[in-house]
């Protein structure tokens, strides 16, 4: 695996725009309230946060099994210990039709159910981030914007004053989203906020100067945040506020000229993990990574290899994901990124969606590979990574 060219909704254009004609999809790792893909895809059609109805987990339980044809994980959350959620999505054989499903476990990880599967873009499993403010209220979205309120049982559509929606952020109950005026992602985004999970969304007042295209956006608290935002044939930009949004300053960023900043994770005020994504054709390496300890005045590059994403826990503690020739493997670091030890490595074995739980958990929804087709399974450590725990997932 190689990682997807990072662009705005890049992991959800390459289900829904292209892979129904080019065969398998191409990687990339989403995480719970990480970043997303950067520039904007060639049409989205409609809007997912304008239809009305809702969606719910539930029906006969489903088997695990093979599945044939061309899947994708999005998506995984677990708002509590014991309550996890992930998206799944993809096109069976050879039909041109998107299905999507939510798979959800309720006894930590050990047994997963999922929901029949729904027609179509504008579902809640077809969104390729979610983000919780609490163990049963939070967000599934881009490119729509869909809220639960009963730990992911039931899915609703959000009414937003926008066709598309970006990056979503949580900082304790308050959450911003990040909403586009165009169908097509080529246009500047503006922030809106809400108090309430499936609240009314209101623009915020002091926007960030020539927002573009948002990358990602971090809230590690609810003054504090930082949007990484791009635009077509330009270098990245990071915004940060220090005050809710009512003054934006602008942060340097270490990529070089060939590289775009493709990945931001916040693990405090201060503390920002960065990947850096080149191109082996410009003579760069893809997935360099970067730390800041002093809110992105300066940087340190901490490791040079293929990393699809990192999820930062501390100063010093962080997962990351990379790319492998069999497939992908997880990493982790203790002392800031200058050493880091192989978590998880599997043959034949590509890792979508992963979340930490803290300095010694984590939980990740990985796509194995086998001659007759493929299946998804959950992989669970609680222990530093001595050990992991895998468990199939309904197909």
């Known amino acids: 695996m190689r990682r997807l060219p ?33 520039t904007a895809p060639s049409t989205l059609a409609g809007s997912p946060s304008h239809a009305a109805g809702s969606a719910r987990v539930g029906g006969p339980p489903r088997m695990p099994g093979l599945l044939q044809g061309k899947y994708q994980a999005l998506a995984i959350a677990f708002p509590s210990r014991d309550t996890g959620i992930t998206a799944i999505l993809g096109y069976a054989g050879q039909s041109t039709t998107l299905r999507s499903w939510i798979e959800r476990t309720t006894d930590g990880g050990r047994h997963w159910a ?34 639960t309120r009963d730990g992911g049982v039931t899915w ?8 598309l929606t ?16 165009c169908t097509r992602g080529d246009c500047p985004a503006t922030i809106y906020t809400t108090g309430r999970v499936g609240g009314a969304l209101r623009r ?70 960065l990947v850096c994504q ?18 992105a005045r300066t940087w340190t590059q901490i490791a040079r290899e293929n990393s699809l994403g990192v999820h930062a826990v501390s100063n010093r503690v962080a997962w990351a994901v ?7 493997i997880i990493v982790r670091t203790t002392d800031g990124g200058r050493t880091w030890h192989t978590a998880l490595a599997r043959a ?46 309904p197909a």
């Open 6 to 38: 990072t662009a705005l909704l890049a992991a959800v254009v390459a289900v829904v725009a292209g892979c129904a004609s080019t065969g398998a999809l191409a990687g990339r790792v989403t995480s719970s309230g990480t970043s997303h893909a950067s």
């Open 348 to 393: 034949h074995t590509d890792v979508e969606a992963f979340v930490p739980q803290g300095p010694d958990g984590a939980r990740a929804v990985a796509r194995i590979f086998s001659a007759n087709g493929w299946r998804f399974a959950a992989y669970r450590t609680r222990n530093a990574d001595k050990t992991w725990q895998r468990t199939a997932l």
């Open 204 to 273: 915020l007042p002091n926007q960030p100067a020539a927002a573009r295209s948002v990358v990602a956006m971090q809230r590690p608290t609810a003054s504090v945040a930082y949007l990484l935002l791009a635009a077509p044939h330009t270098r990245s930009r990071l915004v940060t506020t220090s005050d809710a949004g009512r003054i934006w300053a602008a942060r340097p960023l270490p990529c070089p000229a060939s590289e775009q900043a493709s990945q931001l994770s916040a693990a405090g005020p201060n503390s920002l993990w």
């Open 278 to 295: 080149g191109t082996p054709g410009a003579g760069s390496v893809p997935g360099v990574l970067y730390r800041t300890v002093d809110g």
């Open 166 to 181: 970006g990056p979503v952020a949580v900082a304790g109950t308050s959450t911003w989203v990040a909403g586009y005026a």
């Open 114 to 147: 999922a929901s029949q599967p729904a027609i179509g873009q504008h579902q809640p499993g077809a969104q390729a981030g979610m983000a919780f403010v609490s163990a049963q209220q939070g967000w599934a979205y881009l490119p729509g914007l869909f809220f």
């Open 156 to 163: 609703q559509a959000e009414h937003t004053p926008f066709p």
């Open 322 to 328: 990379q790319s492998d020739p069999s497939g992908s």
